[in-house]
């Protein structure tokens, strides 16, 4: 069966000829004949694009392919920190790399050629902590430089880099680190968060009382705060950096060799280990940065995701510095000291490029548009979004109010496992529809299938598969190749399955629904909940919205929404009302939710995805909620359930 789409969004924004005039790319011609290539001669594309890199060994094979195993590049020996760092320091040294904003507003700038002599520092003060090509390196850390520079050390020396979100706590962070049997553990002392220390290196020690493999702890000091440092085991960052050599060859690296493991939670079960090696990563991580954020050296590009996710590794740390980008990283909260922290950020950096995520910019749209309004914001010539699909008034909101209704805006689609964008505009290229994250990216065959494999027609809401290998491809899962096998390659035998459920309109646009596991079946209409959120959010008092299913005896599945409300505006029959009309005239009666639940906040994952399983089973009456360990804020959940 199919998921009905019910989407009716129509506008399109073609990108300014401005734009276009000076990007990378700058007509759908260059686009098309790009793509058509790169599906048509995939190895032919890749060869070239792999060109502008450095090798100590050319690739021979550009792709072996035993589905559900790729290997790009093989024969290929290379390194990223090389390719990030010692290749751009003859044509830009002493450019800035990356500029740190630390939340009490210190601001530290690293260069090429500094931030090249910390990470060589880096990797030699790990050698000497007896950690090698290989061995597993845990980063817990919060945003501070170090952490971009410990991951650079990791891929220059050929460790392997987990990191693990600063706001996880012991339990999860020993879990990670034994399901990776990591050797070294890299913290800080205390991260910074709204004015407040949350001590990391405390919750590192609870952790590794149960981690038999690690040897050695190497702690930053970033907030003063008083810390247990065990003689023999740990190790200040400072004192080991200041005793080591500043200089540090880049051995040549397989390219295939393992670069990092990133933990993923699942459905259901311990968190997936994505494995993502060196070669493949490097390269498509750099063409999507060239190309979707169309860079230039002169840009000031500013990603707001923590290192802790993929958006982190892959657009602040190697996509950007492979490119000899200027990266802007800032430690702290966006509400600190006050809702204008970003805006005021933008203007005073130059920021030119802003990547955030839709639960960021619904925030923004809460605290109000005064914020914004105080501070000029004309340096800004590119916005994204990236995380989960963007309701289109969302969407016009960032365009009009952040960017002036001048820059385009890139909607990107993509997956931890995906390791760099699949389906995006090219912002000098495409005209863009508000939700839809537009077209495939070079070397991306996406395809909507029915649960029996077939093509969906055009519009008809299906499953999204990628049936062709890409550079950037999770490689498998560590430790478990039978649940990579399972997870990604059995539902169609050899097309790699997204989880997710989307569309192709008329145009050939991608429009992503969410993941299959919150498609609700009402009336034999299975309806992906993010249209109907959707619907929920095109409501002047409504700040955010959740839609879940529920039994119900009579239609199947019964929608529920839980409903968050813009400052002055509260909740009410009246208003319940209001937003079930609102649905009923947007969608259809059959899709308006059977309760309307207000909330003050709603329940999210650190990553700021909102865990509609909790929803869910709040909606079905259920008391015992489960594991809760990933949430965000937990007294958001005693109040929704009050
Ligand atoms: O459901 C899709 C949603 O986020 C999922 C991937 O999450 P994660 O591995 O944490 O990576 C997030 C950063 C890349 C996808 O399966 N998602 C991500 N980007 C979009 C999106 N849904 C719609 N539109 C997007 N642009």
Known sequence: MSIESVSRESRVFPPPA????????????????????????????????????????APETICEWTPP??????????????????????????????????????????????????????????????????DRVGIYMGMVPEAAVIMLACARIGA??????????????????????????VTQDGAWRRGKVIPLKAQVDKAITDCPTVKHTLVVKRAQNEIDMEPG??????????????????????????????????????????????????????????????????DVYWCTADVGWITGHSYIVYGPLSNGATALMYEGAPNHPDEGRFWEMIERHGVTIFYTAPTAI?????????????????????????????????????????????????DTWWQTETGGMMLTPIPGVTPTKPGSCTLPFFGVSPKILREDGTEAEANEGGLLVIDQPWPSMLRTVWGDDERFRQQYFSKFEGKYFTGDGARRDEDGYFWVMGRVDDVVNVSGHRLGTAEVESALVGHKAVA????????????????????????????????????????????GKFARPSDVRFADGLPKTRSGKIMRRLLKQLA?????????TTLEDASVLDKLRQ
């Not at 392997?160 to 050797?183: Q, S, W």
């Not at 995380?387 to 009009?400: C, D, L, S, T």
Request: charged share 25%; hydrophobic share 40%; aromatic share 10%.
């Open 544 to 587: 955010e919205a959740a839609v879940v299913g529920r039994p119900d005896e009579l239609t199947g599945q019964s929608l529920v929404a839980f409903v968050t409300l813009k400052g002055g505006f509260s909740g009410g029959d009246a208003l319940k009302a209001e937003l079930i009309d609102q649905v009923g005239q947007e969608i």
């Open 69 to 134: 195993h790729a290997k790009w590049f093989v024969g290929g020996k290379t390194n990223l920190a090389y390719n990030c760092l010692d290749r751009h320091l003859g044509t830009r040294g002493n450019k800035a790399a990356i500029i740190w904003e630390g939340e009490d507003g210190e601001v530290i700038t690293l260069t090429y050629r500094q931030l090249h002599r910390d990470v060589c520092r880096a990797a030699n003060a790990m050698e000497k902590l007896g950690v090698g090509a290989g």
């Open 362 to 410: 619904r925030a923004f749209i809460k605290w109000g548009e005064r914020w914004p309004m105080e501070h000029d914001l004309t340096s800004l010539r590119l916005l994204g979004t990236v995380g989960e699909p963007i309701n289109p008034e969302a969407w016009i909101w960032y365009r009009n109010v952040i960017g002036r209704g001048e820059c385009p805006i890139v």
């Open 233 to 298: 085991r740990d190790k200040w960052w400072h004192d080991m950096m200041a005793v080591v050599s500043g200089k540090h060859e880049a051995p040549a690296l397989d390219s295939e060799h393992p670069l990092f493991i990133l933990y993923t939670s699942g459905t259901t079960g311990k968190p997936k280990g994505v494995l993502h090696t060196t070669g493949g990563y490097m390269v498509g991580t750099t063409l999507t940065s060239k190309y979707v954020f169309d860079l230039r050296d002169e």
């Open 18 to 57: 401005s734009f276009s005039e000076r990007a990378h790319l700058k007509t759908r011609e260059e686009y098309e004949a790009m793509y058509q290539r790169s599906i048509e001669d995939r190895d032919g594309f890749w060869r070239e694009q792999a060109e502008a890199f450095h090798w100590f060994e």
């Open 620 to 628: 079905a009456g259920v008391t015992d909620l489960g594991d809760t």
């Open 160 to 185: 392997i880099h987990t990191v693990i979100f600063g706001g996880f706590a012991a339990d999860a962070i020993r879990d990670r680190l034994n399901d990776a049997e990591a050797k070294l553990v």
